[in-house]
Each structure stands twice: as structure tokens, then as C-alpha cells.
């Protein structure tokens, strides 16, 4: 049985969120096979992370790979730190990104954050671990728990792009609030970050996610 990277079956989840949700299972059909792009958990990806921050995946991406060059494809937080922040701005990073990213490199060089004792814990341990870094909130942590950790059951009711995809899946009026996910989620679990996946390609199809 296809195991989803993340340790839980695949054929599984896509059973449970077929039986589970009608939509749910009509939008697994149109989309087709999940392929999930699983990033180290590391701290570039926790960087992509802040680099996508209230912004469409297509943008971030361009971005990221602005920045991947310019250190010669190794983010890490002595690469980061070499670069002054008017080359940051440079590659379309905002001055409040900048200083996130700066702020966690210096974190990680120094020590105060460690990701090799982020998979040893909790989903919600590792959020109260990283939101502690200022420019890190929830959202973000949800993405670095999904494509870095690959954990089965994230759900990010704060991301604009589930929120769009719900309300054009269910034929709502208006995007639903965190809240209202956190209801129609139930039926999902304990796997929605495979039903998170299956929205987001709903509305992007040639995502890299």
C-alpha cells in the first residue's frame, strides 16, 4: 500500500475523504493522483514559508528562486545574512520579509532555533515553537507542518487559497471564515492535509505543491 511520505496510506485517506465528502470526492476525481511536493525541513523551506506570505504561489516562487540564486542555491542562514538588505529588496522582498528572514537566520545561526528537533515534536508543539519568531504565524507553520514535516492532519483555515477553493467548491456566497472550515473539516480528519492538497490544485492545477 502507497504510504503518503508522511508514514499514513494514501488509498486511505483519499477512501475516507471519498466516503466522508461528496464534494470532496468529486474534486479528487477532476484533480487526479496526489502528488505532493514534500521539502526538506530545513530552514530554506521555512524561509519559502515567509517568502509566501500573503502572497499567490506563482509570485512567491519567483521570488524564492531570485533568492536561491542570488546564494548561489544555498539558503542557509550565513548566505542569508551576506546579503545586505537592499539586494533583498532587490529580489522583490519587502522590508518587513527582510527583516523575518534576517531575524530567523540569526536565530538559527545562534542556536535559539533548531530544526533538527522540530520532527520529534508535536503539531502543536513546533507551532508554539516557531511562532515565537517574530514574523512567523500561524499560517506559516502550517505550511512548513505540511510540506517539510508531512504531517496527515494540517489544517490551514487562515490560507486565502483554501478559503477561495472551498467557496467554489460548495458554491458559497462569500469565503467562508476559519471557523466554518474548522466545522466542514470534521469529516476530513485525520487527514486533511490531504483534503487541503486536493483544494488548493483545485484552483491551481499547475501548482508546485
Not at 504561489?57 to 528562486?65: K, L, N, Q, S, Y
Amino acid at each position: 500500500m502507497p504510504l503518503g511520505n508522511g508514514g499514513f496510506n494514501i488509498e486511505q485517506a483519499i477512501l475516507h475523504l471519498k466516503g466522508s465528502d461528496p464534494v470532496l470526492s468529486e474534486l479528487i476525481e477532476r484533480v487526479g493522483e496526489y502528488r505532493i511536493a514534500f521539502r526538506e525541513p530545513d530552514f530554506a523551506t521555512l524561509v519559502r514559508s515567509i517568502t509566501g506570505q500573503q502572497l499567490s504561489g506563482r509570485v512567491a516562487a519567483v521570488i524564492f528562486a531570485r533568492l536561491a540564486e542570488a546564494t548561489a542555491g544555498k539558503i542557509t542562514p550565513a548566505s542569508v545574512l551576506k546579503l545586505r538588505p537592499s539586494r533583498m529588496r532587490s529580489l522583490g522582498y519587502s522590508g518587513q520579509k527582510i527583516a523575518y528572514i534576517r531575524d530567523l537566520a540569526r536565530l538559527a545561526r545562534d542556536g535559539v532555533v533548531v530544526f533538527e528537533e522540530l520532527p520529534s515534536l508535536s503539531d502543536q508543539e513546533v507551532i508554539e515553537r516557531l511562532t515565537q519568531v517574530k514574523g512567523i504565524g500561524v499560517w506559516t507553520v502550517h505550511m512548513f507542518l505540511i510540506f517539510a514535516l508531512r504531517r496527515p492532519d494540517v489544517l490551514p483555515t487562515g490560507d486565502l487559497g483554501i478559503r477561495a477553493a472551498i467557496r467554489k467548491a460548495y458554491g458559497l456566497d462569500e469565503l467562508p471564515k476559519p471557523s466554518e472550515i474548522e466545522s466542514m473539516a470534521e469529516r476530513w480528519k485525520p487527514y486533511c492535509t490531504v483534503a487541503s492538497w486536493y483544494l488548493w490544485r483545485s484552483l491551481e492545477p499547475d501548482a508546485n505543491l
